[in-house]
């Protein structure tokens, strides 16, 4: 199983991202998938979650409103769409399928 994120960066507050996930190695759209982060100095926490054919999806309150789980299964692919970000939503977001996890992107919001 290979989970490769991209998509993060320098966002200023109240910017925009969408970071992607590529997945292989399993049948991608018989799995559910979900986005975790982890700030600096604090828990990895789940931020979204999405069903295997994406008619179900769930989000951290923090989140709720700002930020779009989505998924393409021809492309193997999960996207998060940040959007109305904040310096709190600086932290390094995580793909997921159980008990697999990406490397990593980073996303910082600064000024």
């Known amino acids: 199983v290979q989970l490769v994120e991209s998509g993060g960066g320098l966002v200023q507050p109240g910017g925009s991202l969408r970071l992607s996930c590529a997945a292989s190695?399993?049948?991608?759209?018989?799995?559910?998938m979900r986005w975790y982060r982890q700030a600096p100095g604090k828990e990895r926490e789940l931020v979204a979650f999405?069903?295997?054919?994406?008619?179900?999806?769930n989000y951290a309150e923090s989140v709720k409103g700002r930020f779009s789980i989505s998924r393409d299964n021809a492309k193997n692919t999960v996207y998060l769409q940040m959007n109305s970000v904040k310096p709190e939503d600086t932290a390094v977001y995580y793909c997921?399928?159980?008990?697999?996890w990406g490397q990593g992107t980073r996303v910082t919001v600064s000024s």
């Open positions: 999405i069903s295997s054919t994406g008619g179900n999806t």
């Open positions: 190695g399993f049948t991608f759209s018989t799995y559910n």
């Open positions: 997921n399928v159980p008990p697999y």
